[in-house]
């Protein structure tokens, strides 16, 4: 990839729509802005209305353009904004024109790898806002912001600098007197590396409930043939997505919907009945029962029937056809009928309140992918094996507390290989 190539995209949603906004990355572009402008003296920064032409004069559109002088800009470099109509002509034809204009298409990220080759961002501020632009509730929104505006960064970087202290220290331990060094250093160099791992330990337990609010929480409703889940199913989404029929065994397949439930993003999962079965496909669709059981964040374990069964922190006990039972002996049960909808409205509440408890208050929980995942599960090893083998050698212990910091700083990306960049950046859309 050439960093040096002044790079085009579209920034705004492709298809008919009143504005569009394309946006423009390089080098020396102030010359190139007062030309499509029609003003000299132009100024960083305001916005100047024209009609954009090509080289031969003929009209493009009417547009509003904007100057983001380098390196206050969102890449570092000069940056234009061509705000035109939205419609698929307009956009195809400008984009035919900055073409000619010795500009290329940019590659899916490609904004955002010149921000953080120009120190604008690091990695986690760019996985901040890859999930920013994937964010379908309020709570992805806020979750994605925090990352995105450094909080997390301000976590790994904290982390990193307390290692490379560790590990100054360490080689310090074996070049000066102690006389000359802080009191009772081995055992504060010691104590501190035993803080960092139980300090990433705990963020690495989060990890579900970051996935939980990023990716959305999972709830599987389970139980027998013929009990009702497709139609509290139904009920819960407020549409007929599942097939309802009295023929046990009608659902073969996981049938998933997504709910907004007070801003969090819910994966609502209704699933093939248990029971035993001679029939092939049937089978396979009881197998990814038992499959979303284990990825389950919540469980919803419906009944038609009398049951002693009882409720746990995973899973909501329910009583479907309640409407046809005469009496109702399990306390710790929600007895509904989604027939009628009585007893789904206790049943939300009940599912909100497992929400709540579950991802509410969770505002020092880092933004955790399967990247950062992998290199602060090898951080947690190295500092493990620095205390857990530490013998008095501090050549060896430095070495791990300094692996570990590397990992560390690939998260940030201070020091990454390219495949980790790419990796990263990927993940974004074309305009940013």
């Not at 290329?104 to 920013?132: H, I, Q, W, Y």
Request: aromatic share 8%.
């Amino acid at each position: 990839m050439n960093n040096n190539n002044t790079i085009f995209a579209l920034s705004s949603g492709f298809g008919k729509s009143g504005v569009a906004v394309i946006r423009i990355s390089g080098d020396n572009l102030k010359n190139f802005f007062q030309q499509i402008s029609g003003h000299k003296n132009t100024e960083s920064r305001h916005a100047y209305f024209c009609n954009l032409r090509d080289d031969a004069g003929d009209l493009i559109d009417q547009c509003i353009v904007i100057y983001f002088a380098a390196p206050a800009s969102f890449t570092g470099e000069d940056i234009i904004e061509i705000h035109s109509h939205g419609a698929p002509a307009v956009i195809n034809k400008i984009f035919s024109f900055l073409s000619t204009q010795n500009m290329r298409m940019a590659e899916p990220g490609e904004f955002s790898r010149r921000a953080f080759l120009n120190g604008k961002m690091d990695l986690t501020d760019v996985d901040g806002l890859a999930a920013l632009l994937d964010a379908q509730t309020d709570k992805q929104r806020q979750f994605a912001l925090k990352s995105m505006l450094g909080g997390d960064s301000e976590k790994y970087n904290d982390w990193r600098n307390q290692m490379v202290e560790i590990a100054a220290y360490s080689a310090a331990i074996l070049d000066y007197d102690e006389n000359d060094l802080p009191a009772n250093i081995s055992e504060k160099i010691l104590s501190k590396a035993k803080e960092l791992f139980q300090e990433i330990n705990t963020s690495l337990s989060h990890y579900n409930i970051s996935r939980a609010i990023t990716h959305g929480f999972n709830i599987a409703l389970v139980g027998e043939t013929n009990v009702g889940k497709s139609s509290i199913f139904n009920r819960l989404v407020g549409a007929n997505r599942a097939i309802v029929s009295d023929i046990a065994g009608t659902t073969r397949d996981v049938i998933s919907a997504q709910i907004d439930i007070d801003g969090y993003l819910v994966n609502l999962s209704d699933t093939a009945g248990l029971r035993e079965t001679d029939d092939q496909i049937e089978q396979m669709g009881i197998d990814r029962t038992k499959y979303e059981l284990e990825n389950a964040d919540l469980v919803l374990h419906i009944f038609n029937n009398k049951t002693d069964t009882l409720p746990d922190n995973k899973t909501i006990v329910v009583i479907n056809k309640s409407d046809e039972l005469k009496s109702k002996t399990n306390k710790k049960a929600i007895y509904t009928s989604a027939k009628t909808g009585k007893g789904i409205d206790e049943l939300l509440n009940a599912i909100r309140k497992h929400l709540h408890d579950a991802l509410d208050n969770r505002d020092n929980t880092l933004v955790i992918n399967a990247r950062t995942y992998k290199l602060l599960t090898d951080a947690k090893y190295e500092l493990e094996h620095a205390i857990e083998k530490f013998d008095g050698n501090y050549d060896i212990f430095a070495e791990h507390i300094r692996a570990a910091a590397d990992n560390i700083g690939k998260i940030l990306g201070t020091i990454t290989a390219n495949d980790v960049m790419d990796a990263t950046f990927s993940q974004l859309c074309l305009g940013k």
